[in-house]
Antibody, heavy 124, light 108 residues
Framework: QVQLVQSGAEVKKPGSSVKVSCKASGGTFSNFAITWVRQAPGQGLECVGRIIPIFDIANYAQKFQGRVTITADKSTSTAYMELSSLRSEDTAIYYC?????????????????WGQGTLVTVSS | EIVLTQSPATLSLSPGERATLSCRTSQTVSTYLAWYQQKPGQAPRLLIYEASKRATGIPARFSGSGSGTDFTLTISSLEPEDFAVYYCQQRSDWPPLTFGGGTKVEIK
């Protein structure tokens, strides 16, 4: 059974950075893309970016380009999302989610497995 | 970026009734559309992928249809546990994998 376990809640100052981890167990980590999705309080879902660990290729939503870095450590089956230059609008729950289909380039399937979410609060 | 528009924003129905949720995309996504359910305090759950295929463990009362730019999620007979927020997501063109704004299905 695939499980994604994320790191704990964070409180950050405006202008600082945060790094959230997502450790996978069960299944084959490298073969499946990991997507990071955030949800501001009372709002909908927003895709931050995505990584395909087997190729070490990451892509980011235009909105976050230059501020976000997504990486994956295949040796520990852990994905990371680092967001810099934090502002109050970045306050949100950040989820990692794994694709249902392997490879990373197959548009079929969906985000089948989700982490429990990490609340990032940006406040002075 | 492909924009997804969900309607209605809120659907007020009683248990046992049929729910019909709509998702429209700003450009064609073929059948590369997924639906998710989210309950308060929980992560989203994958319901439907490729527009009409049920994910593992999803009850048969959930069905999806559509292709191109117009999609529908139907819940044939609402159970108490189905009252939640539903999101569609396109997987045809990325980055990013965009989501719709959501439809809240509430108890009437």
């Amino acid at each position: 059974q695939v499980q994604l376990v994320q790191s704990g809640a964070e409180v950050k100052k405006p202008g600082s950075s945060v790094k959230v981890s997502c450790k996978a167990s069960g299944g084959t980590f490298s073969n499946f893309a990991i997507t990071w999705v955030r949800q501001a309080p009372g709002q909908g879902l927003e895709c931050v970016g995505r990584i395909i660990p087997i190729f070490d290729i990451a892509n980011y939503a235009q909105k976050f380009q230059g501020r976000v870095t997504i990486t994956a450590d295949k040796s520990t089956s852990t994905a990371y999302m680092e967001l810099s230059s934090l502002r109050s609008e970045d306050t949100a729950i950040y989820y990692c989610a794994r694709d249902s289909t392997p490879g990373g380039y197959d548009p079929s399937g969906g985000l089948e497995y989700w982490g429990q979410g990490t609340l990032v609060t940006v406040s002075s | 970026e492909i924009v997804l528009t969900q309607s209605p924003a809120t659907l007020s129905l009683s248990p046992g009734e049929r729910a019909t949720l709509s998702c429209r995309t700003s450009q064609t996504v073929s059948t590369y559309l997924a639906w998710y359910q989210q309950k308060p305090g929980q992560a989203p759950r994958l319901l439907i992928y490729e527009a009409s295929k049920r994910a593992t463990g999803i009850p048969a009362r959930f069905s999806g249809s559509g292709s191109g730019t117009d999609f529908t999620l139907t819940i044939s007979s609402l159970e108490p546990e189905d009252f939640a927020v539903y999101y569609c997501q396109q997987r045809s063109d990325w980055p990013p994998l965009t989501f719709g704004g959501g439809t809240k299905v509430e108890i009437k």
